[in-house]
């Protein structure tokens, strides 16, 4: 035992110095290019500075543009997998060095093992075929489903080979049949600030693409795909089951991962490529390196096109975008390129420096249910062969998986507990991101005259489920999984755009950048970001956050009647002429209602025939609330919200009203509801003679 | 129907010579759609007519206001205002089906079913016919008819997309 520490002391002293040397020159230098990649390789390997006793976590920069480590590095994963195409399966080892930050000893470490989610009896199943999931319904269960994830021997280094226990724990639900988190007891506890390291054999079953993960004919992604250890989080292991609407929660690190697959794939990966090895078996080994990230995907699909000359300028240094396509979808690759580069722009201009040096975007298999995701540096979108210009859903796809390498990449918060402040700050950022890009009402849709814009989507999304559930709630404690969607992010989205419209935007804007550069690279929990906006705007939005964020208070203002009437009536009704006489003064109301139960101050705008306007400010507490005028016009119509900042009412349709009724909107509806069904039976009655 | 005629010329050929009932199915189905649209447009109007959000409709027209007006529960489930039109939709198939000539006319000269005369369409002519379908006949037809269909289908299409180009 002490010699092995001698032996290897001094080897690493020379490593750490060699390394320091090494790195500095790494960080300065331009993206990775193909061809140059074995030098980054060994530079990689050589890094191992810092170095308490035998085991540290690399301080390496290669992956980022940045010459130190940008976050508090806790883990460093080495794993070694080989793809076995045919069996759909992964063997590996995978060397995990744990750094204990904790202040305290820790004698038990529990892992994910996200792949035994697919399997009949697992909660991710259970809860799929209960509340529904997005892509697939498990009405039948069919073999290619199935998906494991074995840990084959499991062995602390100076403890001892530990295979025989491990023990899987259910600490949500307590559903024995479901194995996605294996807990391990160490003989002895690992000292504060110490380091421990397991090594690991594990063999995968992929199976068929199940959210996100998975192969589909010859495409495979890989995500979720390694043992991975819990994060101690707020005084104890945070360590979910996988559930069918939860997301993922890890720890900042080093990866370092080598993956052999047949040599005609084409693959993608997070962090840089470092090397590239052909080997005699007709198989090749990619290795690839990545810092200051909490997961690592790839994928491989020997049909991929590839486009990665494009680079972009960012703050801290370059990015390069390597795209790959679906064949059948390679003439949209300018398309995503650009959405990419756009993304960057406007990420890095409105929250700060996106510090890696690549960014790889996934066109997935059609069909395989491994679009739209996000892994750090590593993003899938989603398109068809048919794509218009106008509809822009790969861009809202790319948009918004690039945001989560801000909101989760970077600011990593708990996804099992505050999806919401993953999806839905992201789909806040959306919301910004593609109005400025692509235009406030048109950001979805724009084609013919018919438009479609985020905000509205993501309001829309809210409005059905608007009750149900509060946003401060755990992911996998949701009504259901239309009820997660709806309020995590289309409420979230609308909540804070509704804020914007309280604190300003130029303010609220700030207050989303200070947020990110002061929690990026940590685990923030909901006070950090709700505090933030409160410090940044210097209000105190308690009685907001206390409906919005915690509540399930649901908004519905209402113009309930407006009225208008001469204030002589009984001498008008004398008068011959019926004509409206202008010396007549009316008195005229507008009543405001306060359908539901959240409160909230509100403007509201009232028109006169006359032309003339008046706004009124009405504080939203009481129940209704009357406005009345003496004046020699009557009132033409009467708005809450004219400006349009509040984004949580659930019914806009009685935010206005007017005096007299106008019915072209029903009559253009109408008319397409008419010629819409007449063409369907007119193609009925063809078919039929 | 000349056999080796282009279909498109052949299927014109037909309209000209049935244009009195195209116009007057077309008629019936104009009047069928009104009926089935007066439902929508009632409902649509009880949200419609005094809400100035509504005017996202008429000046452009906003896809997520449409959405919002039929996820309304004062709109009613989008299932009622449907169902008058798939039930019109459903009276002109049948109608089509019984009065004018065609493949179902053919089936009913092969295979007898009770009350036939009524479950078939080109009862009419069915009953002015002067001699039964042959089988090879008869499938022969229908592989026109199928073709024509689907050339027809193609340009109604076409049409379709650009009036509902131009109305939205």
Redesign the interface.
């Given at each position: 035992m002490k010699l092995r520490w001698i032996v290897l002391f001094f080897p690493a002293v020379f490593v750490a110095v060699f390394s320091l040397v090494v790195m500095r020159h790494g960080a300065k230098a331009a993206p990775p290019q193909a061809g140059s990649t074995a030098p980054m390789a060994k530079a990689a390997a050589a890094a191992r500075p810092n170095q308490v006793g035998a085991l540290s976590i690399p301080d390496t920069t290669l992956a980022i543009n940045s010459p130190t480590p940008m976050s508090q590095r806790v883990v460093h994963y080495e794993i070694d997998a080989r793809y076995d195409a045919a069996k759909h399966t992964v063997d590996a080892s995978e060397v995990l060095t744990y750094h204990n930050l904790t202040g305290q000893p820790l004698d038990h470490f529990p892992f994910h093992l996200y792949l035994n989610a697919f399997q009949p009896k697992a909660t991710w199943i259970r809860e799929a075929k209960l509340l529904g999931n997005r892509d697939t319904s498990y009405e039948k269960w069919e073999d290619k489903q199935f998906g494991s994830e074995e840990i084959k021997s499991f062995e602390v280094v100076g403890q001892g080979d530990l295979t025989q226990q491990q023990q899987f724990i259910q600490p949500d639900d307590g559903n024995k049949d479901d194995k996605t988190v294996v807990d391990v007891h160490l003989p002895k506890a690992i000292a504060p600030g110490g380091y421990v390291q397991f090594k690991i054999a594990f063999h995968d079953q992929m199976p068929e693409t199940q959210a996100r993960t998975g192969w589909k004919r010859d495409f495979v992604l890989g995500g979720q795909w390694f043992p991975k250890v819990g994060v101690w989080w707020n005084g104890a292991w945070n360590c979910h089951q996988f559930h069918a609407v939860t997301e993922f929660f890890a720890d900042f690190g080093v990866y370092d991962v080598k993956l052999t697959v047949p040599q005609y794939e084409v693959i993608g990966a997070s962090g840089v490529e470092v090397d590239s090895v052909n080997n005699p078996d007709s198989t090749k080994t990619l290795t690839y390196h990545g810092d200051d990230i909490h997961d690592f995907a790839w994928t491989i699909s020997p049909r991929y096109k590839v486009k990665d000359d494009g680079v972009f300028e960012g703050q801290m240094g370059p990015v390069k975008m390597r795209i790959l396509m679906q064949p059948a979808h390679w003439g949209q690759v300018d398309r995503h390129e650009k959405i990419l580069k756009e993304s960057l722009e406007y990420f890095e201009r409105l929250y700060g420096p996106y510090p890696y040096k690549t960014i790889t975007l996934v066109d997935p298999e059609p069909g395989s249910a491994a679009g739209g995701m996000e892994y750090p540096t590593f993003i899938t979108g989603e398109t068809s062969w048919f794509m218009p210009s106008g509809l822009h859903l790969p861009e809202l796809v790319v948009e918004h998986e690039f945001g989560h390498q801000y909101w989760y990449g970077m600011v990593a918060t708990n996804e099992f507990e505050d999806a919401w402040m993953d999806e839905g700050i992201n789909s806040y950022s959306e919301v910004k991101v593609l109005d400025a890009i692509l235009g406030r009402?048109t950001s979805i849709?724009n084609?013919?005259?018919?438009?479609?814009?985020e905000r509205?989507?993501q309001?829309?999304s809210y409005?059905?489920v608007a009750d149900l559930d509060p946003i401060a709630e755990k992911a996998y404690d949701y009504y259901n999984f239309g009820s997660y969607g709806g309020i995590t992010y289309g409420k979230t989205a609308s909540v804070l755009v509704t804020l914007e419209g309280i604190v300003g935007e130029d303010t609220m804007q700030k207050a989303m950048r200070a947020y990110f550069m002061k929690y990026r690279f940590t685990h923030p929990v909901k006070e950090d970001f709700l505090k933030t906006i409160e410090e940044v705007s210097g209000k105190n939005l308690r009685w907001y956050f206390n409906q919005a964020i915690y509540g399930t208070a649901v908004l519905d203002y209402e113009v309930i009647k407006i009225d208008s009437f001469p204030v002589n009536w009984y001498e008008e009704q004398k008068k011959t002429s019926t004509k409206d006489d202008k010396n007549t003064v009316y008195l005229s109301s507008v009543w405001l209602h306060r359908k539901a139960d959240f409160t909230m101050p509100v403007e509201v705008e009232i028109k006169f025939d006359d032309g003339s306007m008046v706004r009124e400010h009405w504080d939203g507490q009481s129940r209704w609330t009357k406005f009345s005028y003496e004046k020699k016009a009557k009132v033409e119509?009467a708005?809450i919200d004219p400006d349009q900042k509040i984004h949580i009412d659930r019914?806009?349709?009685?935010?206005?009203?007017?005096a007299e009724?106008?019915?072209?909107?029903?009559?253009?509806?109408?008319?397409?509801?008419?010629?819409v069904?007449?063409?369907?039976?007119?193609?009925?009655?063809?078919?039929?003679? | 129907m000349a056999e080796n005629g282009s279909l498109l010329g052949s299927g014109a050929g037909m309209v000209a010579r049935n244009k009195r009932y195209i116009f007057w199915f077309y008629v019936l189905n104009l009047l069928l759609g009104g009926f089935g649209t007066v439902a929508f447009f009632v409902q649509s109007g009880t949200l419609l007519d005094q809400s100035l959000y509504s005017n996202r409709l008429v000046h452009g027209f906003d896809l997520p206001v449409l959405f919002e007006m039929f996820a309304r529960p004062e709109f009613g489930p989008s299932a009622s205002s449907a169902m008058s039109a798939v039930f019109f939709s459903a009276v002109f198939f049948l109608l089509s089906a019984l009065f004018l000539p065609g493949v179902f006319q053919g089936y009913g000269s092969n295979y007898r079913l009770p009350g036939e005369e009524f479950s078939r369409s080109g009862a009419l002519q069915g009953y002015a016919g002067q001699h039964r379908l042959p089988g090879d006949e008869f499938f022969s037809s229908c592989g026109r008819n199928l073709w024509r269909f689907i050339r027809l289908l193609i340009v109604s299409d076409i049409i379709f997309l650009i009036v509902a180009g131009a109305l939205f």
């Open positions: 009402d849709l084609i013919a005259g018919a438009t479609a814009g509205e989507l309001r829309g409005i059905g119509s708005e019914n806009n349709f009685n935010n206005s009203r007017t009724p106008n019915g072209k909107p029903a009559v253009k509806v109408s008319n397409y509801w008419l010629f069904t007449q063409w369907i039976s007119q193609a009925l009655a063809w078919w039929a003679v | -």
